[in-house]
């Protein structure tokens, strides 16, 4: 398959073909993120099910918020992988991981507030 026809266009147009291994170790990061978004949103659903002493309320927001973190990651994974394969195709630098201080930032507040009220 030609270059020119892979999607997304932005992506396989740009540059120019780099070591199959890069992109290999790419995939894996991509798919790395992937199972933490399956595991957040599992959390999620794990925390809205299982009856804590946490306030009812504050429970439910903290499910929420894991399940938001569970989708942002998957989205964020996609163009990390996407940014990440075009400047190798591109021979720049490879870009930063910002979400990664979100995501876990978010899971440090979500832990705190299960162990401290939950139990």
């Known amino acids: 398959m030609r270059a020119g026809h892979r999607w997304p266009h ?3 147009g740009a540059g120019q073909e780099p070591d199959y291994r890069f992109s290999f170790a790419n995939e894996r ?4 993120w992937i199972r933490t978004s399956l595991a957040l949103l599992a959390g999620g659903v794990a925390l809205d099910t299982i009856d804590l002493s946490i306030p009812p309320v504050l429970q439910e927001n903290l499910a929420r918020l894991l399940a938001a973190l569970g989708l942002l990651c998957a989205l964020a994974s996609w163009i990390r992988w996407a940014r990440a394969e075009r400047a190798m195709r591109r021979l720049k630098p490879l870009p930063a991981a910002g979400i990664s201080a979100l ?3 978010a899971v440090v507040v979500t832990a705190l507030a299960v162990l401290i009220l939950g139990f």
């Open 103 to 105: 995501v876990s930032g």
């Open 29 to 32: 990061t991509f798919l790395a």
């Open 10 to 12: 932005w992506v396989y």
